[in-house]
T-cell receptor
Framework: ETGVTQSPTHLIKTRGQQVTLRCSSQ?????VSWYQQALGQGPQFIFQYYREEENGRGNFPPRFSGLQFPNYSSELNVNALELDDSALYLCASSLDLNWGGEAFFGQGTRLTVV | KNEVEQSPQNLTAQEGEFITINCSYS?????LHWLQQHPGGGIVSLFM???GKKKHGRLIATINIQEKHSSLHITASHPRDSAVYICAVRANSGGGADGLTFGKGTHLIIQP
């Protein structure tokens, strides 16, 4: 048990819809990152939040957006869903902004876009 | 070419065998992580390394910064070790946050 909780665990959406995925970080962790993992691939970095501010972003379009709240929980929002957005979405929390510390991962949300 | 390469991609071994999974990377890093992912998706962090060697139970991880190479070893392997093992690095980006860069993983099956 890592202390990082993601919800929902599974989700089915229709192309064009919007989705919000949630992540509760390990207690005290102020840094959270989101990753997309397509089937058979390693996770790809979407973005990172530190103390409610986005401070890093991977190669994902603007329709992928996020929020981090004062309690350091986080949301990933995806607008105008496409079939290729079907993947496992993982969040990871850390106490250290630059990942010098341990990273703790959630169980992931499996999103299917039909 | 992926910045993080793992080998082998797939490995099937018999219970009790000594297992080695390799990871090579092409960028300067501040840390390397070894992660374990079971079917269903959840990822567990096994090790975080910036130099040398770490051991936890039957697992050993080593890193050679000069050669940009790390290995994960499993001694006395057991069927419950069957999982995907992923190497991930935190690059020295010089500013800003780039997150972790992951290898594609090594799918390990330990047969009884």
């Amino acid at each position: 048990e890592t202390g990082v909780t993601q919800s929902p665990t599974h989700l089915i959406k229709t192309r064009g819809q919007q989705v919000t995925l949630r992540c509760s970080s390990q207690s005290g962790h102020n840094t959270v990152s989101w990753y997309q993992q397509a089937l058979g691939q390693g996770p790809q970095f979407i973005f990172q939040y530190y103390r409610e501010e986005e401070n890093g972003r991977g190669n994902f379009p603007p329709r992928f957006s996020g929020l981090q709240f004062p309690n350091y929980s986080s949301e990933l929002n995806v607008n105008a869903l496409e079939l290729d957005d079907s993947a496992l979405y993982l969040c990871a929390s850390s106490l250290d902004l630059n990942w010098g510390g341990e990273a703790f991962f959630g169980q992931g949300t499996r999103l299917t876009v039909v | 070419k992926n910045e993080v390469e793992q080998s082998p991609q797939n490995l099937t071994a018999q219970e009790g065998e000594f297992i080695t999974i390799n990871c090579s990377y092409s960028v300067g890093i501040s840390a390397l992580h070894w992660l374990q992912q079971h079917p269903g998706g959840g990822i567990v962090s096994l090790f975080m390394l910036s130099s040398g060697k770490k051991k936890h139970g039957r697992l050993i991880a080593t890193i050679n910064i000069q050669e940009k190479h790390s290995s994960l070893h499993i001694t006395a392997s057991h069927p419950r070790d069957s999982a995907v093992y992923i190497c991930a690095v935190r690059a020295n980006s010089g500013g800003g946050a780039d997150g972790l860069t992951f290898g594609k993983g090594t799918h390990l099956i330990i047969q009884p």
